[in-house]
C-alpha cells in the first residue's frame, strides 16, 4: 500500500519493468527522506489515451498533472 501513485506518461512503447528499474532508486530515495512511500506506474501514451484496464480508466478520470 503506497501513500502517493504515480502515473509516469512516456511517449511511444513501454516496458514497464525496465522503466521501473531505472526510477526505483530515485522512488526509493524520496519514500526515505520523505516518509511518504511512492508506487510508480509507468505508461505509455497511447494506452492512456485509449485505457482498457480499470487502473487507466480510473487515473483518466481522477489523475492531476505534477510536471
Known amino acids: ?13 513501454v516496458d514497464p519493468w525496465e522503466e521501473l528499474r531505472r526510477i526505483d532508486d530515485v522512488l526509493w530515495h524520496h519514500s526515505q527522506l520523505s516518509g511518504v512511500t511512492v508506487s510508480a506506474f509507468p505508461v505509455s501514451d497511447a494506452d492512456f489515451a485509449a ?9 483518466r478520470a481522477e489523475a492531476r498533472a505534477v510536471a
Open 1 to 13: 500500500e503506497s501513500d502517493l501513485d504515480l502515473l509516469v506518461l512516456l511517449v511511444g512503447p
Open 51 to 59: 485505457p482498457t484496464t480499470p487502473i487507466l480508466i480510473r487515473a
